[in-house]
């Protein structure tokens, strides 16, 4: 099973910043959006922002204005920028990518954000 590979997650303050990496293998073939989700336990997992090949962008309301998805679609990489967070954004991240094949994820990386 092709695999993302994620990082930057870790322990931050309240109303710090930490900036997430992903990429996706080349052998994936036409990708046609990128994006990130995030879950914690006992929770289902929800889409966080997501970004499609024509600059489309969708953000869950909890994090608009602060957080920023951007992608390079020619080395097939998503980053997210999550600025001012919060206790609540604690959970596992994952990358994911949307192609025209099938849907791929990463491993999930933890983000704990706490004073």
């Known amino acids: 099973q092709v695999q993302l590979v994620e990082s930057g997650g870790g322990l931050v303050q309240p109303g710090g910043s930490l900036r997430l990496s992903c990429a996706a293998p080349?052998?994936?073939?036409?990708?046609?959006?990128m994006g990130w989700y995030r879950q914690t336990p006992g929770k289902e997992r929800e889409l966080v922002a997501q970004?499609?090949?024509?600059?489309?962008?969708n953000y869950a309301d909890s994090v608009k204005g602060r957080f920023t998805i951007s992608r390079d679609n020619v080395f097939n990489t998503v980053y997210l920028q999550m600025n001012s967070l919060k206790p609540e954004d604690t959970a596992i991240y994952y990358c994911?990518?949307?192609?025209?094949?099938?849907?791929?994820w990463g491993q999930g990386t933890q983000v704990t954000v706490s004073s």
């Open positions: 994911n990518a949307l192609g025209i094949l099938g849907t791929y």
């Open positions: 080349r052998s994936i073939f036409r990708i046609n959006a």
């Open positions: 970004k499609t090949n024509d600059g489309s962008t």
